[in-house]
């Protein structure tokens, strides 16, 4: 019975932290008025452009920790961690930043729908790139795929 109420405890505290870690909101590009298609396809060529332009660099960076010296007849210590780094992300969220701008996109933070806030309702996804307002916000549809509703338009 112990180690059950163990492996119990143990998968509930693993829950809570990936709850913990769940995103309240979603990121977008927004200009009033354009198909999600168009939106969709002008983030893919930007993407495009800074992945070229910025390409991924990852360094391995080791941190040691742990103390080194004679111990009981042996040499010994710790190896330490290895975290690898990409020193080009950032420039490649700027410039993917930076042509969607061009392109006359705002970025914007969404937040998710609340349970409270769909009850029970069923929303279709919105088809064109809405215009910020209290009345729009995420859902995660099958298959893990984002979509932006409006919650003044409940599906009949």
């Known amino acids: ?21 769940a995103s309240t909101s979603y990121q977008a590009y927004v200009k009033p008025g354009t198909g999600v298609d168009r939106v969709n396809r002008d983030r893919a060529e930007c993407d495009v452009e800074a992945n070229r332009l910025f ?17 009981g007849g042996g ?3 710790g190896i330490g961690v290895i975290h690898s780094t990409d020193v080009n992300a950032g420039m490649r969220n700027q ?27 069923s929303y279709a996804p919105l088809t064109r790139s809405p215009s910020p307002s209290p009345n729009i ?10 979509a932006l509703v409006d919650l003044s338009k409940p599906q009949q």
């Open 1 to 21: 019975m112990g180690n059950k109420l163990r492996v119990f405890g143990a998968l509930t505290m693993v829950g809570v932290l990936a709850a913990g870690c």
């Open 55 to 71: 390409p991924s660099a990852n360094f391995p960076q080791t941190y040691p920790y742990g103390t080194v010296g004679y111990y």
């Open 137 to 146: 916000c995420a859902v995660t549809l099958e298959g893990g795929e984002r």
């Open 95 to 121: 410039h993917r930043n930076q042509c969607m701008r061009l392109r006359g996109y705002e970025p914007y933070v969404f937040p998710n729908c609340t349970t409270e806030q769909l009850a029970g309702r």
């Open 75 to 77: 040499w010994g210590g």
